[in-house]
């Protein structure tokens, strides 16, 4: 029914900047409440990386502070990511997260998550 597609990893050297955007799209009438980006590094737990607000308040982990940005643009149903400053500790794989709320609200929302994108930083 709702699908979210993550696009702009890669592999970017340290201190170098990178952009994940997030677009949910699907066959049903939705409106997409929360969004966020999540990420794994490898042999670790998945972790937050930021959230926003439908309103745009915003929420960051302190390990990314002052060098990420996340942003939103309602009318495309797209949440990004501006990464600054990259650190090879932020290798890892980014996850969308959307809460979802599909119309006519008969249901209640649901979260929904990207299929991953691959960040990798170089020392």
């Known amino acids: 029914q709702v699908q979210l597609v993550e696009s702009g990893g890669g592999l970017v050297q340290a201190g170098g900047s990178l952009r994940l955007s997030c677009a949910a799209s699907g066959s049903s009438t939705f409106r997409v409440n929360n969004m966020g980006w999540y990420r794994q590094e490898p042999g670790k737990q998945r972790e937050l990386v930021a959230t926003i607000t439908s309103s745009g308040s915003t929420n960051y982990a302190d390990s990314v502070k002052g060098r990420f940005t996340i942003s939103r643009d309602n009318a495309k149903n797209t949440v990004f990511l501006q990464m600054n400053s990259l650190k090879p500790e932020d290798t890892g794989v980014y996850y969308c997260?959307?809460?979802?709320?599909?119309?006519?609200?008969?249901?209640?929302?649901?979260?929904?998550w990207g299929q991953g994108t691959m960040v990798t930083v170089s020392s």
């Open positions: 997260n959307a809460n979802i709320l599909l119309l006519p609200p008969k249901i209640g929302s649901s979260n929904y």
